[in-house]
Every structure is written in structure tokens, then in C-alpha cells.
């Protein structure tokens, strides 16, 4: 099973910017679906952005045109860059791995493992 450690959340007034980052650790996890998620207290999680092991990518509605998914083989990590932020992307966030490299759809039964978490709130 993979090991996802999630990093660079914080506080940020609305209308900024903000980089996740999620290292990925196990035999070629890299290479497979990865994706991050999202849960606001009170909320169910949700899907927010997904990458498969061609680089085709999925966003959820709500952050098309202001979230970009990318990752660094090289270094094993994958990113959220999160742009034009809003009060309701208040929600910890989370990065997950999944077993297969692609036909992967942006739900939670489709990955196997998950990281800690890292807060993101965002502020008026």
C-alpha cells in the first residue's frame, strides 16, 4: 500500500493563491491514479481533481478554470495549485492513490490509499 504525505496548506484571504503538495512513496504509485480530495465539516468528501498514469486529468466543476492537478515523477510528488480561492474551498484536503493507472473516475472507492490531510481555510 502506498504512503501519501500531504503538505503546504494553510490560512489565505479570498482571491489567493495556494500549492498543495502530496509526496507518494511505494513501487510505482506515481504511475497510477492520483487524486485529491476534499471535506468540509459537515460535508461529505468530495473529489476535486484527478490525474491517471497518461496525464489525462478530471476536475470537479467547482474548480474548473481556478485548480491545475500536476505531478513531478521525478520526484514522486503531486500538486495542487490552487488559484482565485473561495470561502466555501475552506475543507481539509486530501491526496489519494489508487491501484489502477487509468479509466479512474473522481470517487473515493477508487483509490486504496490516502494521506493525513492538510487545512486549507480560506478567509474574507
Known amino acids: 500500500q502506498a504512503q501519501l504525505v500531504e503538505s503546504g496548506g494553510g490560512s489565505v484571504q479570498a482571491g489567493g493563491s495556494l500549492t498543495l503538495s502530496c509526496v507518494v512513496s511505494g513501487s510505482d504509485v506515481i504511475d497510477n491514479c492520483l487524486a485529491w480530495f476534499r471535506q468540509a465539516p459537515g460535508k461529505e468528501r468530495e473529489g476535486v481533481a484527478l490525474i491517471d498514469g497518461g496525464y489525462r486529468i478530471k476536475l470537479s466543476d467547482s474548480v474548473k478554470g481556478r485548480f491545475i492537478i500536476s505531478k513531478n515523477k521525478a520526484k514522486n510528488t503531486l500538486f495542487l495549485v490552487m488559484h482565485y480561492l473561495e470561502l466555501e474551498d475552506t475543507a481539509m484536503y486530501y491526496c489519494?492513490?489508487?491501484?489502477?493507472?487509468?479509466?479512474?473516475?473522481?470517487?473515493?472507492?477508487?483509490?486504496?490509499?490516502w494521506g493525513q490531510g492538510t487545512q486549507v481555510t480560506v478567509s474574507s
Open positions: 489519494a492513490a489508487s491501484r489502477v493507472a487509468d479509466d479512474c473516475e473522481l470517487t473515493s472507492a477508487w483509490f486504496n490509499s
